[in-house]
């Protein structure tokens, strides 16, 4: 190569390429800087639009939530419902309601945000819109539209009683426009009496959606919904397509598509192609409030534009460069080449033996010294090629006593040799321990042996134990014989990869034996690399822990099944439902949770046995199984209560609850035919409650309990039958909560009263009073003790509310008896089951009584029929020490229970009071007259006083007297009343 080439080459290296290399390093890194700062800008842009359009829905559906709990609203449903039913919705009455509510619903119109208002009944009639479009006086059920998004949202909302956001759709009664719809339920006093609506004007939702704000000239915000086949479809207009609303796709085959990434529920960034086919910047999100996909983006050549164009004044510079040293090149190869060819030519001379030829030192500059130079280096060595002659011999002679030397080192190889074969019989001992120690492995480890290629060459006793195979059978083959099919292939990718580079591997393998049973090992695998350091074989050492790994498996097992049936107990039920929830919150499918429980269990165990009712519940769990998809969770939660876990049944709530109530009927009819347990046919049948949920706006606790309630209600009917979960059940459980919170503190705060009902003899003279309690609540008002009482039974609140009944009114009495007129008075107090059956309800009554100082026999104690059954032994030895402390003792509600005679003869009773229920209808229905004089007669016989309640005319007054009652209480004679006004009611009879 000539020397021009040559300094071209080495100018490009030494200046050109590192210039270029800096430059185009400097580019680099300038693009990802840019590319950076433009991702974190576009995500944080799209982080405020998700914010932006998240928080004008949340306004939107609380604007609905609020206007649907607003006085006026649901006096407009009412009204309009009425006008609407009764003359219809083109009479002019109807006019004259719709005209009184027009500028309500206008001012809010004004406000620019809704295109039009509804108001639909619990039936999906549409009795009101603010436009009276073709859907107006249409059902939402039987109609028109009962397939678009606004009757889907309506079954939703009256399915879960919250406000409900449909997703978008081209909605044909406001001109085939896209719509979305909030829908709220509308409750009069706690009562459903319909729903308030309103579609969202479409224009302003895709001005908030779509705003391109600092987003220069190519940016544009995108929003899209899913088409139903995996791909999107625009909902707002395109910058590049105006007329893309509803209309223009993006497929499933474009999976990188930034929309189609935004709608899967992830956000991210990135570099992406758009939906023309452009490369562009776009940050991506997921809006769960509409169920779109947004994307922010710009066109990657305006962000990349400057450093597009300074990539190319990069490259016009370095091709500038290159000409110049092209030239530099040519001019030096001209000065430098012809001298430095003729000083070729004479070291060619030189060369072949011309030692006298010289070069010409007349070239000017650093070339006319290098000839001087090189002249007299060529005298130099024609003196060295004249001494060379006289070294050669004296190397000859130096040879001479070189193989003498040599003689005396031969002799001290043989020494060497001997020592050689010293070292040998030491290696030889060496290997015998080596031997030795490989006996030792062998009795312990299992081991084997692979050349390079993974083909076995060795195998010990100990691993063709445990496999099961021969040396022989396993000699030549690969380890793959072994495989369980237990690890994934990436497993052995990643080991090979590992021993391959020289490197010890050590795990835990499941091998299959030949006689197809697993078994678990420890294994290190240690390369035997040659002299290079490639592995030339690989030794894998293994230890049998089986016995270790059933264990773990057994723990696992107890800890997330159900020792008893092995299906999934309430810890692994938990985790499966905590995990549909958020898969369904991404689809948008429905599920369901069945919660059942097997009716009269207990008589089974108590009849056959633990161990047929042990084999009955192991057949449910196989039955229940048969019955639900293999990828639904059946789990037991203990006794005879199991659940069903069904996800992704489908995306329409109306739809899946058929599919769930036919699956649930199944269940039923499976689990209802007959058990065979150890020889004996037993019948059973379920209960089955059902909670529907989509997505993951209730807690897992929530849905446990609403399944729960709904399974009782299945009970409550008759069981053998299933339930859905009634938002009205759940709105009666809440009430009901309430009211048992409000009821604890009805007694610390003094809210709890007795009024006094009066009872006269047949002189309507006063001879006592019954004591009722009543509740005042400053919210509720005056609260019956038919709304508390039940609820202060069941919670166990009865018992302080009994106790402060007793007390108040022996505190009465004490203040009775300093009057000469009222102390004459007895007083009656009903006591509850519960209260009566206290171990140490005789001592706390006689506590009360010597504590107020009052006389025992002015006390009477009420008791129904069910506090006497429960158990006549015990409540016979009470009463008998009430009797002996002289406190009486009626037998309340007498003939509407289990009246026996026999107890009427074992219990020391004072009185009998006839149930009002008798006395209402004593003077028109004969058979009640008939109930009420055997009563009467029948205590007279037992020497009993009667009293008959509930009289409230004087012909059942006329009545009693006729047939010998003793004395009476009713509305003829006075109402319960507060002290004041019993105290002046008693003062007026006495006279």
């Known amino acids: 190569m000539k020397i021009a080439p040559r300094l071209l080459f080495l100018f490009v290296l030494v200046a050109v390429l590192p210039l270029a290399s800096f430059s185009y390093l400097n580019l680099q890194q300038d693009e990802a800087t840019l590319r950076?700062?433009?991702?974190?800008?576009?995500?944080?842009?799209?982080?405020?639009?998700?914010?932006?359009?998240?928080?004008?829905?949340?306004?939107?559906?609380?604007?609905?939530?609020?206007?649907?709990?607003?006085?006026?609203?649901?006096?407009?449903?009412?009204?309009?419902?009425?006008?609407?039913?009764?003359?219809?919705?083109?009479?002019?009455?109807?006019?004259?309601?719709?005209?009184?509510?027009?500028?309500?619903?206008?001012?809010?119109?004004?406000?620019?945000?809704?295109?039009?208002?509804?108001?639909?009944?619990?039936?999906?009639?549409?009795?009101?819109?603010?436009?009276?479009?073709?859907?107006?006086?249409?059902?939402?059920?039987?109609?028109?539209?009962r397939e678009s998004q606004l009757a889907k949202a309506f079954r939703a909302a009256r399915m879960t009683l919250e406000p409900i956001l449909s997703t978008y759709e081209l909605y044909a009664p406001s001109d085939n426009a896209p719509a979305?719809?909030?829908?709220?339920?509308?409750?009069?006093?706690?009562?459903?009496?319909?729903?308030?609506?309103?579609?969202?004007?479409?224009?302003?939702?895709?001005?908030?959606?779509?705003?391109?704000?600092?987003?220069?000239?190519?940016?544009?915000?995108?929003?899209?919904?899913?088409?139903?086949?995996?791909?999107?479809?625009?909902?707002?207009?395109?910058?590049?397509?105006?007329?893309?609303?509803?209309?223009?796709?993006?497929?499933?085959?474009?999976?990188?598509?930034?929309?189609?990434?935004?709608?899967?529920?992830?956000?991210?960034?990135?570099?992406?192609?758009?939906?023309?086919?452009?490369?562009?910047?776009?940050?991506?999100?997921?809006?769960?409030?509409?169920?779109?996909?947004?994307?922010?983006?710009?066109?990657?050549?305006?962000?990349?534009?400057?450093?597009?164009?300074?990539?190319?004044?990069?490259?016009?510079?370095?091709?500038?460069?290159?000409?110049?040293?092209?030239?530099?090149?040519?001019?030096?190869?001209?000065?430098?080449s012809a001298p430095l060819e003729r000083l070729a030519q004479t070291a060619n001379a030189m060369s072949g033996g011309d030692m006298g030829r010289r070069v010409d030192e007349s070239a000017p500059g650093e070339l006319g010294q290098f000839a001087r130079a090189f002249n007299r280096m060529a005298e130099n060595l024609q003196t060295l090629y004249r001494t060379l002659e006289d070294r050669i011999e004296e190397r000859t002679r130096d040879l001479h006593a070189s193989n003498e030397q040599l003689q005396e080192e031969i002799i001290e190889r043989e020494q060497t040799e001997a020592a050689l074969r010293d070292s040998e019989e030491h290696l030889r001992s060496a290997l015998d321990d080596l031997r030795y120690q490989k006996f030792a492995l062998d009795q312990h480890a299992i081991v084997a042996i692979t050349d390079v290629r993974g083909t076995i060459t060795y195998v010990n006793e100990k691993f063709c134990e445990i496999s099961g195979y021969s040396q022989a059978e396993m000699l030549g083959k690969n380890h793959r014989i072994l495989n369980s099919g237990t690890h994934p292939a990436k497993f052995f990718h990643d080991m090979y990869r590992t021993i391959a580079a020289g490197k010890v591997w050590h795990g835990e393998i499941c091998n299959r034996a030949k006689g197809g049973q697993l078994y678990w090992v420890m294994t290190t695998i240690v390369p035997y690399r040659d002299n290079a350091g490639k592995p030339t074989q690989y030794i894998a050492i293994r230890t049998d822990i089986t016995a270790r790994k059933r264990a773990e498996e057994e723990i696992r097992n107890l800890a997330f099944f159900d020792a008893l049936t092995g299906l999934p107990n309430r810890r692994l039920l938990l985790d499966r439902l905590q995990s549909a929830l958020l898969l369904s919150a991404r689809s948008r499918h429905c599920g369901a949770l069945l919660f059942l429980d097997m009716d009269r269990f207990k008589t089974l165990n108590d009849t056959l046995g633990h161990d047929c009712g042990d084999l009955m519940l192991i057949g449910v769990g196989g039955r229940i199984q048969a019955c639900v998809r293999e990828a639904d969770t059946v789990a037991r939660l203990g006794g005879d209560e199991f659940v069903v876990l069904i996800e992704e049944i489908g995306a329409d709530m109306e739809e899946a609850s058929q599919k769930v109530a036919l699956i649930a009927e199944k269940i039923r009819a499976a689990l209802?035919?007959?058990?065979?347990?150890?020889?004996?046919?037993?019948?059973?049948?379920?209960?089955?409650?059902?909670?529907?949920?989509?997505?993951?706006?209730?807690?897992?606790?929530?849905?446990?309990?609403?399944?729960?309630?709904?399974?009782?209600?299945?009970?409550?009917?008759?069981?053998?039958?299933?339930?859905?979960?009634?938002?009205?059940?759940?709105?009666?459980?809440?009430?009901?909560?309430?009211?048992?919170?409000?009821?604890?503190?009805?007694?610390?705060?003094?809210?709890?009263?007795?009024?006094?009902?009066?009872?006269?003899?047949?002189?309507?003279?006063?001879?006592?009073?019954?004591?009722?309690?009543?509740?005042?609540h400053p919210r509720r008002g005056m609260v019956a003790p038919a709304q508390f009482i039940p609820e202060a039974e069941e919670s166990g609140q009865i018992l302080d509310i009994g106790l402060w009944v007793i007390e108040t009114a022996c505190r009465q009495l004490a203040a009775w008896a300093q009057d000469e007129r009222m102390r004459r008075l007895t007083l009656a107090v009903n006591v509850s089951a519960q209260q009566f059956h206290l171990r140490d309800f005789v001592e706390l009554t006689q506590e009360v009584i010597v504590r107020h100082g009052i006389s025992p026999e002015r006390l009477k104690l009420e008791l129904t029929e069910s506090v006497v059954l429960e158990d006549v032994a015990d409540v016979a030895g009470k009463m008998h020490a009430l009797k002996a402390l002289g406190v009486r003792l009626s037998l309340d509600d007498f003939g509407t229970g289990y009246s026996s005679l026999v107890y009427l003869k074992q219990l020391p009773l004072d009185q009998i009071k006839i149930d009002q229920s008798f006395v209402r209808d004593v003077t028109s229905d004969q058979n009640d007259a008939v109930m009420v004089q055997a009563i009467i007669g029948m205590a007279q016989n037992f020497r009993l006083n009667v009293i008959a309640e509930g009289v409230e005319t004087g012909a059942q007054l006329a009545f009693l007297k006729q047939n010998g009652c003793m004395a009476y209480q009713g509305y003829l004679f006075g109402k319960p009343a507060p002290l004041a006004e019993f105290e002046a009611l008693a003062r007026r009879l006495f006279g």
């Open 672 to 776: 209802a035919a007959p058990y065979s347990l150890r020889g004996h046919e037993y019948h059973s049948s379920p209960s089955i409650g059902v909670s529907m949920y989509r997505g993951n706006t209730e807690t897992v606790d929530v849905l446990m309990k609403r399944a729960d309630m709904a399974m009782y209600q299945a009970k409550d009917a008759g069981r053998n039958t299933v339930r859905f979960f009634d938002p009205l059940m759940q709105r009666a459980v809440e009430v009901r909560a309430e009211l048992e919170a409000d009821l604890r503190g009805a007694l610390p705060n003094g809210q709890l009263q007795l009024y006094y009902q009066i009872q006269v003899d047949g002189d309507h003279r006063p001879v006592g009073a019954e004591a009722l309690i009543r509740w005042m």
């Open 36 to 145: 950076g700062e433009a991702l974190g800008w576009l995500a944080n842009m799209a982080d405020k639009k998700a914010a932006q359009i998240g928080g004008y829905m949340s306004e939107r559906i609380g604007d609905v939530r609020l206007l649907a709990r607003m006085e006026r609203t649901q006096q407009a449903l009412l009204a309009l419902s009425q006008a609407y039913r009764r003359y219809g919705p083109g009479s002019a009455e109807y006019a004259r309601t719709d005209a009184a509510f027009h500028g309500f619903f206008a001012a809010y119109m004004e406000e620019g945000h809704v295109h039009n208002v509804f108001l639909i009944t619990p039936q999906g009639e549409i009795v009101y819109t603010r436009k009276h479009g073709a859907d107006f006086a249409t059902s939402l059920i039987t109609g028109p539209y």
């Open 180 to 336: 979305a719809f909030i829908v709220a339920p509308v409750m009069v006093q706690g009562r459903f009496e319909g729903m308030f609506a309103v579609q969202l004007d479409n224009e302003r939702l895709i001005r908030v959606a779509t705003d391109a704000t600092g987003l220069g000239m190519s940016g544009e915000t995108e929003v899209a919904e899913p088409d139903g086949a995996g791909g999107a479809r625009f909902t707002a207009p395109l910058k590049s397509d105006p007329q893309a609303t509803m209309q223009r796709r993006v497929k499933r085959a474009a999976p990188g598509a930034p929309i189609l990434l935004a709608l899967g529920g992830e956000p991210g960034e990135g570099v992406k192609q758009d939906y023309r086919g452009k490369p562009v910047v776009a940050a991506w999100h997921y809006l769960p409030a509409l169920g779109w996909g947004m994307v922010v983006k710009m066109d990657a050549d305006e962000i990349f534009g400057p450093i597009y164009r300074q990539r190319t004044v990069m490259l016009q510079v370095l091709a500038g460069l290159l000409l110049f040293s092209s030239l530099i090149a040519l001019y030096f190869e001209r000065r430098i």
